[in-house]
């Protein structure tokens, strides 16, 4: 099953949660391990990046050990054209529509794109929008922070999304961000596109997690929590908040 129809199948049913490794941040054994203890807590898929590009040799140990651990699918989420790796399941093809470079928005995209192809990588077209104060994806993203009180511009950018024909907006507050994408935000961009929503960026709580599903986060993304000590408890409590169990 593509990834995007495994996506769009298990949100029919509900809210889903999805864990971001970074493999800047351990071995691929530990990494590995990570992607086991996130699966078998019930996240939905593993999606692999940073806000650095990643050696592609590094990036190809690091998915095949997830690979090995675990079931569910392994997603791209690239820093640039040079993270891309032939044994991920899918990659998220996706453009930083409030950077001020064209790089971001279609010039590294451009860059990867025959290589995608010759991987045979499913591609899943994502609009994504870093919300102020955006932390290292948005200083390397040279993004026109979104200001946190702009819910007006959050819908214009998801329409724009959706009306280029990409499958999922992605609303991203940064990795370590203070505190999440505000609730009023999400719940706007919600009422007003049809696209699938991802919310990610200073989740570390079962609290802020219930938080942003409860206004509207189709899918909830958390990186930092499980790379914590209690990594596991505390990652657990998240998906719980997630999915309202
Ligand atoms: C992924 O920025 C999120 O896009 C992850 O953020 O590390 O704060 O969970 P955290």
């Known amino acids: 099953m593509k990834v995007l129809t495994y996506i769009m199948k298990r949100l029919k049913k509900g809210r889903l949660h999805m864990t971001l490794l970074d493999p800047e941040k351990g071995t691929s054994h530990d990494i590995g391990k990570l992607a086991e203890m996130a699966s078998n807590l019930g996240t939905d898929a593993i999606m692999v990046g940073g806000s650095t590009g990643v ?3 590094i990036l190809d140990a690091n998915v ?19 993270s891309l790796s032939p044994y991920a399941d899918a990659i998220y093809f996706m453009s930083l529509l409030n950077s001020r470079s064209v790089t971001h928005v279609v010039r590294e995209q451009r860059r990867a794109s025959q290589a995608i192809k010759d991987m045979g990588l499913e591609t899943i077209p994502m609009g994504y929008v870093i919300v102020d104060p955006g932390m290292k994806a948005g200083e390397v993203g040279e993004a026109d922070l979104l200001r946190r009180d702009s819910s007006e511009g959050a819908v214009s950018y998801a329409l724009t999304a959706e009306y280029f024909g990409m499958k999922l907006f992605y609303l991203e507050a940064g990795s370590g961000a203070p505190s999440p994408v505000p609730s009023d935000m999400i719940r706007a961009v919600k009422e007003e596109s049809r696209l699938p929503l991802l919310v990610g960026g200073g989740i570390r709580s079962p609290e802020a997690a219930r938080e942003v599903a409860e206004a509207g986060a189709d899918i909830v993304v958390t990186g930092t929590v499980v790379e914590r000590e209690n990594g596991s408890k505390a990652l657990k409590a998240v998906i719980h908040g997630v999915k309202g169990w």
Not at 68 to 82: E, G, Q, W, Y
Request: charge should be positive.
């Open 55 to 57: 050696d592609q040799k």
């Open 64 to 82: 095949r050990e997830i690979k090995a651990r675990t079931s569910v699918p392994v997603i791209l989420f690239p820093a640039d054209s040079s």
